[in-house]
């Protein structure tokens, strides 16, 4: 009888340290695949900064030797407007 009670906390002893290792697993691949994304999104970032650093280089060098195009900003100043509300002013009396 002891021997079968061994066995069985043994069999819950594995169970438990089964589960242990199994929210462990989930926990740093979670874990590693936020770092991933979080150094995808700065490498983004730097590529953005650097692209924006060379373009308004080359702007500069092409105004000085004289071949640049006009530099313009586009200014998107066609928000949707708030709707109109219609109806009819209240009078204070009731409609009959």
Known sequence: MTTLLHLNQAVLDMQENLSREQRFSQDACHNLLNGAKLLREA???LERDIRAHFEE???AVSRMIGTSQPYTTVIDDAAPAAPAVEGKKGTG????
């Open 93 to 96: 009396k009731k409609d009959e």
């Open 43 to 45: 490498v983004e970032a």
């Open 57 to 59: 280089r080359d702007r």
